[in-house]
């Protein structure tokens, strides 16, 4: 048995995903990468990469996957021998193929992907009751809140959080992602938490710990 070191999130929208990737990277002394803010933090920092990823970004399309598996890999280098977790990377199969070759080359690997995998009338629930803190970014399931129980800001609904663009985003995790998580599957290395009705996030943490324990007694 060895110990679980290098993990990959993946999820719908409004999934969980940003709690219990914080769960983990606390329990588990990961370093999480968020790939948003990584091509962000490219930009900010006028590297080459960073002008070829503003361009994409500036103009609403999708950067392609060489740009953002180039940007990760470099973060990956970064880190070297210390453990990490992976959210919104990969986002299709061409970049999962691409991050093993990668890791296999370095002789690594993926220890564990997790998969949130929550209805998506759960999730369009979610998305109708959920407000954001415009200050802090908190985020509760209140249709009702206005003011912020962290820091007293104004709360807020997200210009995406409606059923008409969760829509084309589902359409998008279907297509693109999804299959992200079935070749993991495939290759044994999946613990999946399957949600069909609103849940403690607590309790969602206790089982996939305990999903994770076994999981890695049984590798």
Request: with cysteine.
């Amino acid at each position: 048995m060895k110990a679980l070191r290098h993990f990959i999130l993946v999820g719908a929208p409004a999934s969980g995903k940003g709690t219990q990737g914080r769960f983990l990277s606390e329990t588990f002394g990961l370093n999480p990468l968020s790939t948003g803010s990584l091509l962000r933090r490219e930009v900010e920092k006028c590297s080459e990469l960073g002008h070829q990823v503003n361009y994409y970004m500036s103009n609403a399309m999708l950067v392609p996957d060489q740009l953002v598996n180039d940007v990760v890999r470099g973060w990956l280098a970064d880190m070297g021998d210390r453990p990490w977790l992976l959210d919104g990377y990969p986002r299709t199969v061409a970049q999962a193929e691409n991050l093993d070759h990668f890791l296999n080359s370095r002789g690594d690997s993926v220890d564990v992907v997790v998969w949130m995998d929550v209805s998506r009338e759960l999730i369009e629930q979610r998305i109708c009751r959920r407000r954001e803190c415009s200050t802090c970014g908190h985020i509760v399931q209140d249709a009702n809140a206005r003011v912020c129980s962290e820091c007293g800001g104004e709360m807020v609904t997200r210009k995406d959080d409606n059923l008409e663009a969760f829509a084309r985003r589902w359409a998008d995790f279907e297509a693109m992602t999804l299959p992200v998580a079935r070749y993991y599957e495939a290759r044994g290395k999946v613990v999946k938490m399957t949600i069909n009705s609103e849940r403690d996030a607590a309790d969602v943490s206790r089982e996939l710990a305990q999903k994770l324990e076994d999981f890695r007694r049984s590798h």
